[in-house]
């Protein structure tokens, strides 16, 4: 209950302090013990998703993917959580599932910066007519992005 949820709550300050002291192993440990006691918190789904995707070891860009997919679930269209997700897809070259949660984190966060994350995912497929539309998704979100300008632009 509230117990539960306050723990994971200062797990997580823990985690964000230890990751400030330059300790990933240790913010990560703190963030999976804060979704232990509490699997609901998005904030731990949210940092343990997000360092497992930027970590380069064995099996944490897959781990990522199932955090993130779990948090998903209870909030469907949480755009850090689909960015997370998006992060550790990339790393793992699944492009296709990349784009897809980058569009729908830009969408569901009107945030500019994953609209041009999937543009750029979609040029890579070669979907140039899906990368225009994400680049000026990207425009309607921030007019003031200069990276989906310069990249329609090319276009």
Not at 64 to 73: C, F, G, P, S
Not at 110 to 126: K, M, Q, S, T, V
Not at 136 to 142: F, G, N
Request: positive net charge; hydrophobic residues 45%; contains cysteine.
């Amino acid at each position: 209950g509230l117990f539960h949820g306050q723990l994971a709550s200062a797990l997580v300050t823990r985690g964000d302090d230890a990751l400030r002291s330059g300790d990933r192993t240790a913010g990560v440990r703190y963030y999976r013990r804060a979704l232990a006691f509490d699997p609901h918190s998005n904030r731990a789904a949210d940092r343990l998703a997000f360092y497992l995707a930027m970590r380069h070891g064995a099996g944490d860009a897959h781990a990522a993917i199932d955090v993130a997919t779990r948090a998903l679930a209870c909030v469907p269209g949480d755009a850090a959580l689909l960015a997370d997700r998006g992060l550790a897809e990339q790393r793992l070259g699944r492009w296709r599932e990349a784009e897809r949660d980058f569009g729908s984190a830009g969408a569901s966060g009107r945030d500019a910066r994953y609209d041009h994350l999937a543009g750029r995912l979609a040029l890579r497929l070669g979907h140039a007519r899906e990368a225009r539309r994400f680049f000026s998704t990207a425009l309607q979100h921030d007019p003031t992005f200069g990276p989906a300008r310069a990249a329609l632009a090319q276009r």
